[in-house]
């Protein structure tokens, strides 16, 4: 077996990455898909603010909780579903137009495969749009495996999505590494038993991410410290 690398002194041999807030800022898409569909139910477009504490836990936490906005719960239960197929309708077509890389993620991944790390993806929006957002940034061959929120029976946070990538690219959890944005992807790193580290710059529900434990936390994807095994 090759010697572990060590990134932020964690030895791993492989990494999960979280795509929306660690490596591509798409608070526009969402913001812009949303607008879209409020008023086709006659509600008020929505903030970035708004919609930045609501983005992590996938288009259906999204949906309802935006609809909670200008709802009342049951009305808002009410509409849902609709609003939701009309979301996923509205995303298809602005996914990638409103979004961007972040800095140093590019050349932060190339680090980690250079020093020969397996690489993942891991995001709760579905696979389809991930698959179709890396490929518009130019960043769909880091990946060994990409699994969207419709990849597994549960999402993010639950450890369920970690465990069985780590299954299908044939490295144990205890080798790989998650590096994600939020309070998710830590616990569903801790659920599966992977060490976790965190941006500083993504979308934490509003909170602050340095509340959240980590191995470590990067302002850039390419300051994280490389040792190769």
Known sequence: MTPATRVAGVPVRAAIVDLDGTMVDTLGDFHATLNRVLPEFGLPEVSRAEVEVRIGKGSEYLVAQTLRIHLADADADVLYGPALDAYQRHYAEVNGHHSAVFPGVAAGLLRLREAGLILACITNKPTVYARELLRQKGLLDAFAAING?????????????????????????????????????????????????????????????????????????????????
């Open 149 to 229: 929120g419709d990849a597994f029976a549960r999402k993010k946070p639950d450890p369920m999505p970690l465990v069985e990538t780590c299954r299908q690219i044939g490295v144990a959890p205890a080798d790989t590494l998650m590096i994600g944005d939020s309070q998710n992807d830590a616990a569903a790193a801790r659920g599966a038993g992977c060490a976790v580290v965190l941006a500083t710059y993504g979308y934490n529900h509003g909170e602050p991410i340095r509340a959240t434990p980590a191995a470590a936390y990067f302002d850039r994807l390419d300051a994280l410290h490389i040792q190769a095994g």
